[in-house]
């Protein structure tokens, strides 16, 4: 039997984890479906501006996020959405995994991981190419990876790595992996982690799952890492081209909104990076992230005919018939 949920979240970094959270403890059954977990959050070291932290770590408080969402029953699916319909009174969303509908939609999908752009990547996306270390790292435990990535998000993409693969080969473009030549060496203490440096990915190769990394050498040599994981890391870009035709974009491929987070289609919402608002700060992503959430509450209660007056907190009353959220 075909599963219908109350909304789908498209996007899994601090909007659409934050959308969920919101969703989920008003009642409504929800799933996040996104390519990644955190998103832009992943590249940020430290993040000195989020209310209630002096520091945080951008992974750490996606995990945080994340742990609150799944405490309040929020499935979450790793995957690429390709295809977004408006089938009869529910919205359609396709990706690899299957189809899903659902009775409102909010699209937070940010920027979308960048591609390498070479011959296999595409063909073995899901059964072996990843964009997400922390999604998908404990998939490859006792087996070999390869790790395009660099810099200060690509060291903790790799120590994840070889917390569970037998060995990790960390292909970089320069001399060095990060700046930082204590925490390379630390890492490189462990023992199963072999560098790379100055390489070029050429393809990605295997039949039914990944199965050879081919690199360039700075020496022109071609070397074939044999693998059974390929995870590129290497940045984010705006993808919305799925959403065009779908609802209205601006001249920049962004999501049009209104102050409630509408979209230009009824049912559907939008919050963070993914949106014409110009301030892409992570508290406004989570902010407008909770606002998509209650204007999508309030238009699936309209769709059972029950008139939200205000939405100001999680406890219920009933006054003059109809559905009051009131601060408690």
């Known amino acids: 039997m075909e599963q219908v949920y109350d909304v789908i979240i498209v996007?899994?970094?601090?909007?659409?984890?934050?959308?969920?959270?919101?969703?989920?403890?008003?009642?409504?059954?929800?799933?996040?479906?996104?390519?990644?977990?955190?998103?832009?959050?992943?590249?940020?070291?430290?993040?000195?501006n989020f209310p209630g932290f002096e520091s945080i770590r951008g992974f750490e408080l996606v995990r945080r996020v994340e742990s609150q969402c799944r405490l309040y029953g929020v499935e979450i699916v790793f995957d690429e959405v390709t295809e977004l319909r408006r089938e009869g009174g529910f919205f359609a969303v396709k990706c690899s995994s299957g189809e899903f509908k659902s009775l409102a939609l909010i699209l937070a999908c940010g920027k979308a991981p960048k591609e390498l752009g070479i011959p296999g990547e595409r063909e073995l996306k899901g059964r072996g190419v990843s964009y997400c270390v922390v999604c998908d790292a404990p998939l490859f435990?006792?087996?070999?990876?390869?790790?395009?990535?660099?810099?200060?998000?690509?060291?903790?993409?790799?120590?994840?790595?070889?917390?569970?693969?037998?060995?990790?080969?960390w292909v970089f473009p320069g001399e060095r992996p990060y700046e930082d030549e204590d925490a390379v060496r630390a890492l490189l203490s462990r023992g199963n982690v072999e560098l790379v440096p100055r390489a070029k990915p050429l393809a990605v190769k295997g039949e039914r799952k990944v199965e050879v990394l081919a690199v360039e050498l700075a020496s022109g040599e071609r070397r074939e890492l044999p693998v059974e994981g390929v995870f590129v890391e290497v940045g984010y870009e705006p993808r919305t081209g799925f959403l065009k035709g779908f609802v209205e974009l601006n001249e920049r491929g962004e999501v049009v909104v209104d102050k409630e987070c509408r979209a230009s289609v009824p049912g559907v919402f939008a919050a963070g990076d993914v949106t014409d608002l110009p301030y892409k700060q992570a508290v406004i992503a989570a902010g407008m992230g909770a606002t998509a959430a209650l204007s999508a509450y309030r238009y699936i209660m309209d769709l059972r005919g029950k008139r939200v007056a205000s939405v100001g907190d999680w406890r219920h009353f009933k006054r003059g018939g109809a559905l009051t959220l009131k601060l408690g």
């Open 141 to 169: 435990k006792g087996r070999d990876v390869a790790l395009v990535s660099w810099g200060q998000h690509g060291l903790e993409a790799a120590d994840m790595l070889a917390s569970h693969a037998k060995r990790v080969y």
């Open 11 to 48: 996007g899994a970094g601090i909007a659409g984890l934050t959308a969920a959270l919101y969703a989920s403890r008003q009642g409504l059954k929800t799933i996040v479906i996104g390519a990644d977990l955190g998103g832009q959050l992943l590249l940020a070291p430290e993040i000195q």
